[in-house]
């Protein structure tokens, strides 16, 4: 059974850092595609970084320049490093693992943002 657990999420100050982690388990990690979404309250989710198994990355305009996704194939772990948050950043984070035709998702972890 496939489980990603999301950790790492908490209230910063506006212009703070903080480094989400996603541990994933049940499953050849490093086979599959990994990203990270978001849902703020009232609004739907919505895509913030994606990483390839070979490494390659992209990410959502809102993000580029201060969110990077990287990805450890021997932990098991992807990671979204956040900086310079800003308060339009609060939202739930949530992980997931695309792998062929199946979809996973995390719990989510809150990230709230003070101005």
């Known amino acids: 059974q496939v489980q990603l657990a999301e950790s790492g999420g908490g209230l910063v100050q506006a212009g703070g850092s903080l480094r989400l982690a996603c541990v994933a388990s049940?499953?050849?990690?490093?086979?599959?595609?990994m990203g990270w979404y978001r849902q703020a309250p009232g609004k739907q989710r919505e895509w913030v970084a994606d990483i390839t198994t070979g490494g390659s990355t992209s990410y959502a305009d809102s993000v580029k320049g201060r969110f990077t996704i990287s990805r450890d194939n021997a932990r098991n772990t992807v990671y979204l490093q956040m900086n310079s948050l800003k308060p339009e950043d609060t939202a739930v984070y949530f992980c997931q693992m695309r792998g062929g035709p199946l979809t996973y998702w995390g719990q989510g972890t809150q990230v709230t943002v003070s101005s």
């Open positions: 049940g499953t050849i990690f490093r086979r599959n595609q």
